[in-house]
């Protein structure tokens, strides 16, 4: 995930962020994300992430080379057979 590194950030906009962070419970690198998102008008919210990544999960599943059940009995016999 990329980083962030703001230098020269003035001292009343830090105050302001950690006392949202307190009110918020977050930490005041989570306040800083919300934020930003919130000024760019990007959706944060978490329940509508999981349900749009739901949403591409079931559209495009992925596929996996399921192999049918073996009988452990078979394998033993076969393995004594030898």
Known sequence: MP???????PEN???Q????AEVQ???I??????TLA???QLELDPKSRRIALLTQINAD???LNVVS???PAHLIREDRER
């Open 3 to 9: 980083s962030l590194q703001v230098r020269e950030l």
């Open 13 to 15: 906009i830090y105050l």
């Open 17 to 20: 962020l950690c006392r949202e």
């Open 25 to 27: 419970h977050r930490s």
């Open 29 to 34: 690198a989570q306040q800083a994300v919300a």
């Open 38 to 40: 919130r000024g760019l």
């Open 61 to 63: 599943p992925i596929k």
């Open 69 to 71: 059940p073996v009988n």
